[in-house]
């Protein structure tokens, strides 16, 4: 494995290492708890955010190794993550599939809300719905980051 490619590999897993402790944060969460405050919420949505960030990163990563350039011009961040699902054979096969996208697509359209957030209440119902899907992409991305590892250490250095 040349040295991009093992980069590549070893950034992927720092990611997912942090994936998996913000999937941890957020499993213990209710948002439907009586007695929930603004705080938490907040904190909530800092959580989700960051783990929208968390898969860009490993999504701009794999852009960047294999050439594949995004336009950082406006919908970029739409633009990398529709990427991802793409099959490149023979430069590199789809990162995720339609499953793992949906989630993605969602926590993608939350981070961009919570980012200009300013001055408004977050919508607990509205986070809940988002919290659902990030802690069902934690059966979907891991495996599929697998997959892709794996594609990766099959490639000649």
Request: hydrophobic fraction near 45%.
């Amino acid at each position: 494995m040349d040295e991009r490619r093992l980069i590549l590999e070893r950034r992927i897993r720092k990611d997912l290492e942090l994936l998996e402790r913000l999937w941890q944060e957020l499993e213990t969460v209710d948002l439907a708890a009586p007695e929930i405050d603004e705080k938490e919420i907040v904190f909530v949505g800092y959580r989700l955010h960051n783990l929208y960030s968390a898969a860009e990163n490993i999504f701009r990563n794999i852009a960047a190794t294999f050439g594949n350039h995004v336009d950082t011009a406006s919908g970029w961040h739409a633009d990398l993550l529709d990427r991802m699902r793409l099959d490149l054979t023979p430069l590199r096969p789809a990162v995720i599939d339609d499953d793992a996208f949906g989630p993605l697509d969602e926590l993608r359209r939350f981070r961009h809300l919570f980012r200009g957030a300013y001055g408004i209440d977050l919508d607990a119902e509205r986070m809940a719905l988002v919290l659902r899907k990030a802690l069902a992409l934690r059966r979907l991305l891991p495996p599929q980051m697998a997959g892709f590892l794996s594609f990766l250490a099959t490639l000649e250095p």
